[in-house]
């Protein structure tokens, strides 16, 4: 599926920084931006990635932060108080 088409049926641009635990430095933060298109309010994609993340990198989660726009929608359409012509 296009993205287009994704936007069409719903889906969001939707962005999720990631602070995680250092492997070899746990006391420490580092931070991982993510964006794809998703689904808003579940966010199925993103909720398979943190579980991919979980069973296979070594990095403990220690927050995710979710922003999510999206980027079509219908027009708007706004009435002009003035209508003049000129010739």
Known sequence: MS???????????????????MPDRPNLLQSYVWQDYDRAPEFPILHRFLQFWRTTLDGRLHSVRVASRELVSPARFRHVGIFSQLH
């Open 3 to 21: 993205d287009l088409e994704k936007q069409l049926s719903g889906y969001r641009l939707t962005t999720a920084e990631i602070l995680y635990h």
